[in-house]
């Protein structure tokens, strides 16, 4: 059942322009120029209930105004999304007690308070009912390792303390859904792996809905089954993210350790071969030729000591899709 709706939704920012020199400067001041900016281009799609989607695209493709247009922090210009039943903007209290959100740029701390005074704050905010916060508490400090630092005033932690502290509070209220814009950013891969997996584990465990901005796609990888790909305001792919493999992710290269100096070597249905040191990287479409029927070929043919297949990274598949539209595009 889809607990979020988007309809052909748009969204029109009016921004400056702005004249050259000191004149323009001026005139401007009192006579700004205005020109519209379509940041968000009848985009449609609904969440289920427990769906954990990557919303992906380059740098200003849509995304953060996607996501505070489903928050309800910004005003559709036209069409309409549903949250729960009701229209974010139009009720944002009773939304905001069912939703949670984390803007990696921005902050929802108090910089004077500790984590554990912050959390406390929410607490009351949220009217957390004290076992259910008692509850949460204890999760989010094994979880999200805030033990290490729940007494540190916020200004003192570093930005991966700070964060996981920031997607703590967004969860002390069970909400339904979780939006989480560029939570990782900055952070280094310990600080990384510890969201991905209290996102995982929130996910699955308490069904909670979780929508998920992020430039490294490796946070996609682990944690979401769906992605949303956009690309100027548009959507350009939506589905599971293992049919998008499937589709796009034809390619693979079997790596062979062999026993003796092969000078060169040729496999029918194979693309291309490197071998270098007596290793052989054989490129290969898992279409055009089964990995069992290459690996037999290649073990009927040389001494084999050793061997193993890779995957494109998501990261990989989703760049050469980019490109391939901008190609087609050209
Ligand atoms: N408050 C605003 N006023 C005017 N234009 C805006 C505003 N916010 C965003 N934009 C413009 O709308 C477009 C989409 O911006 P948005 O922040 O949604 O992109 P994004 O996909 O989140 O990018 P990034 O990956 O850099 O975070 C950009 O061209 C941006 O310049
Ligand atoms: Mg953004």
Request: aromatic share 6%.
């Amino acid at each position: 059942m889809s607990i979020i709706r988007v309809e052909d939704l748009c969204k029109v920012y009016q921004v400056k322009k702005l004249r050259t020199g000191a004149l323009g400067g001026i005139v401007d001041l009192f006579a700004p120029q205005m020109q519209k900016k379509e940041a968000v281009k009848s985009i449609g799609f609904s969440i289920d209930r427990g769906e954990a989607v990557g919303y992906i695209g380059p740098n200003g493709s849509g995304k953060s105004t996607t996501i505070k247009l489903m928050t309800g922090i910004l005003t559709p210009t036209s069409g309409k999304v549903t949250v729960n039943g009701i229209e974010p903007y139009k009720k944002r209290k009773e939304n905001a007690q069912r939703i949670g959100a984390v803007f990696g740029q921005k902050s929802q701390l108090v910089w004077d308070l500790s984590p554990k005074d912050s959390f406390e704050l929410f607490r009351f905010i949220y009217r957390i009912p004290e076992p259910v916060y008692k509850r949460n508490l204890d999760k989010m400090m094994t979880l999200l390792r805030i033990s290490e630092f729940d007494t540190t005033p916020v200004r003192q932690l570093s930005l991966g303390q700070r964060m996981r502290a920031e997607i703590a509070c967004a969860f002390f209220h069970n909400p339904d859904i979780c939006y989480l814009d560029e939570p990782t950013i900055g952070l280094d891969i310990v600080a990384k792996e510890h969201i991905r997996e209290f996102l995982r584990e929130i996910n699955q465990e308490k069904e909670t809905t979780i929508i998920l901005t992020t430039h490294d796609m490796d946070d996609i990888e682990q944690v979401c089954g769906r992605i949303i790909l956009i690309n100027e305001g548009q959507i350009i792919h939506d589905g599971a993210m293992k049919q998008f493999r499937e589709i796009y992710g034809k390619e693979r290269v079997l790596t062979v350790q062999l026993e003796e100096d092969v000078t060169a070597m040729s496999i029918e249905g194979t693309r291309s071969i490197e071998l270098k040191d007596r290793v052989a990287k054989i490129h290969y479409d898992k279409h055009n030729i089964s990995s069992t029927r290459l690996i037999q070929m290649i073990a009927s043919q040389y001494q084999v000591l050793d061997c193993h297949i890779e995957e494109p990274r998501i990261e990989v598949l989703i760049r050469d899709f980019y490109e391939k539209r901008v190609d087609q595009t050209c």
